[in-house]
């Protein structure tokens, strides 16, 4: 008989949590600390969301997004799951870019790229340091209407090749443009230039086996390859939902509160339901725009080969110029290779080498590609990922024995956002999302939303932040 995979669960649960992303682990995390009895359910046969990894025959492993978050992560995780994980995050010493307009190598914080503003670009150093105190002074509650490309004219007008360092590593961070929010970019710029870029040193499948176990501990039910169909809805709360197993008879569980870690759109239209908002919410809630998406390549090196050290995150690109419709567009030369070397899985028994060459990319543009189209346009992104790294590596094709493209149509099968986004909204989701529960009491939503709080540190923190309305709420 096929596994019944909701086998010993409860009837009633005092929070539900929808997805295993970041946002939603730490949420379950921190209410099942809260003393609530908390079931979380993931439609994937993994947890972790786009936290995730993969194996390859040949003993490859790869990681999706482990690219690198700001410091704040080490506090965070300290306070919210423990030294077991916030011990094992280590700084990426070597972040280069290389393109038509500049070829630099940083340390990624503020003190180093004064110097190389100052030094390199030749920018007067009172300009470099009255932008930094500028990003120090913004305020999130400053009604400031600017654009990121606003605030870098403002500060250092006709300096392409400035805008460029300031943007582009900010563009694969969190998917914005530099027509987002100035705020949006402030924040995120300064979260990372406070002390660098950091990494989970062990890999994402031992930070979510680390995660789980505490989890576990705390005694969250976790239930995976359970898919939330919809959550119930009586005289204006909420009350249950109904999961369909993959295997497995659906069924309903009851609940005082849902915390969805799903994309806020697909909250509200797929698994509550637009007849339990009101109309302006609805229209609120439509007029959110997701963020852009992502392609990877996964390049694995063979067994008993190694590769030099080039880096260990590296921005290159063709563009004569920078602008953020070139680094999304479908035939961009922008890419960014992570380089991943023994040190990253320092517990196995071989030295292991990986490299994933990350792309941003608009929804549209591969939703729409017959089944030729997209396995031609996945072998070019694998080609051109390949061309770019033997200025790098000469010899890199003899070495590789593994090579696979994802595109935003990977993300949108494996974790179900809607417009395959990778990071979340725009910045005005951020308010939808807040004011979720005011809508539909007993509905919360934590996970990637307005720029700000996505990533991983993004959507942990604000799992913690709604995990805690959620407990005012339940004992109320
Ligand atoms: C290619 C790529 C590279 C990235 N690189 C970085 C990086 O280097 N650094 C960084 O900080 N961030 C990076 N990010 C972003 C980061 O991974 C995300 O912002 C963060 O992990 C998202 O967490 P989340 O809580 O929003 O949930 P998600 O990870 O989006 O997970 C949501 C979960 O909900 C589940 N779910 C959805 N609907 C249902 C349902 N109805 N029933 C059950 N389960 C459901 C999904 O399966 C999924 O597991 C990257 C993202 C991508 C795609």
Redesign the pocket.
């Known amino acids: 008989m096929a596994k019944d995979w909701l086998e010993g669960i409860e009837e009633e649960y005092d929070v539900v949590v929808?997805?295993?992303?970041?946002?939603?682990l730490t949420g379950a995390n921190t209410l099942a600390k809260m003393g609530h009895r908390v079931l979380l359910?993931?439609?994937?046969y993994q947890l972790g969301?786009?936290?995730t990894w993969f194996k390859r025959p040949g003993r490859h492993i790869f990681d999706?997004?482990?690219?690198?978050?700001p410091h704040g992560m080490i506090k965070s995780c300290r306070k919210y799951w423990g030294k077991n994980i916030s011990e094992r995050i280590v700084q990426l010493k070597r972040v280069r870019f290389i393109n038509p307009q500049f070829d630099v190598e940083t340390t990624f914080d503020r003190e180093d790229f004064t110097k190389i503003f100052v030094e390199k670009f030749k920018v007067p150093r009172e300009q470099v340091e009255g932008f930094f105190e500028h990003l120090r002074q913004m305020n999130y509650y400053d009604r400031d209407e600017r654009t990121a490309k606003e605030l870098f004219e403002e500060f250092f007008p006709g300096r392409n090749d400035v805008h460029r360092l300031l943007m582009e590593p900010i563009s694969y961070?969190n998917g914005s443009t530099w027509d987002d929010p100035a705020i949006t970019y402030g924040i995120v710029f300064s979260n990372f230039m406070s002390k660098g870029v950091f990494i989970y040193q062990g890999g994402t499948d031992q930070l979510i086996a680390q995660m789980t176990e505490e989890l576990e501990k705390n005694g969250v039910t976790l239930r995976k390859n359970?898919?939330?169909e919809k959550v119930h809805v009586e005289n204006g709360h909420v009350t249950g939902v109904t999961i369909a197993p993959r295997t497995g008879e659906t069924r309903t569980v009851r609940c005082k509160a849902v915390l969805s870690?799903?994309n806020i759109k697909?909250t509200i239209f797929e698994?509550a339901g637009k007849e339990n908002f009101t109309p302006e919410f609805i229209a609120e809630a439509n007029a959110v725009r997701v963020n852009t998406s992502?392609c990877?390549v996964y390049i694995g090196i063979k067994r008993g080969e190694s590769i030099p050290d080039i880096g260990d995150l590296v921005f290159t690109s063709e563009a004569e110029e920078f602008s953020s419709e070139e680094l999304t567009s479908f035939n961009t030369s922008s890419r960014t290779f992570s380089v991943y070397y023994p040190e990253t899985r320092p517990h196995l028994d071989e030295d292991r080498y990986a490299i994933v060459a990350?792309l941003n990319a608009q929804w549209a543009d591969w939703k729409a590609l017959n089944d030729q189209d997209y396995e031609a346009a996945k072998k070019r992104l694998c080609e051109e990922a390949l061309t770019g790294l033997e200025k790098f590596i000469p010899d890199i094709r003899e070495k590789v024995d593994h090579l696979e493209a994802a595109t935003p149509r990977t993300?949108k099968h494996?974790?179900?956002?809607f417009g395959g986004t990778?990071?979340?909204t725009k910045f005005e989701g951020l308010k939808v999302s807040m004011e979720l529960p005011e809508q539909l009491p007993g509905l919360y939503h934590a996970?990637?939303v307005g720029i700000i709080m996505?990533?991983?540190?993004g959507?942990i923190n604000y799992g913690v932040i709604v995990a805690s309305k959620v407990d005012s709420f339940l004992r109320s």
């Open positions: 929808i997805g295993s992303g970041l946002g939603g359910l993931e439609h994937h969301g786009l936290a999706i997004s482990l690219h690198g978050f961070a359970c898919l939330v870690n799903s697909n698994l992502s990877q990350s993300v494996y974790v179900r956002h990778s990071f979340g996970g990637s996505s990533g991983w540190l959507t």
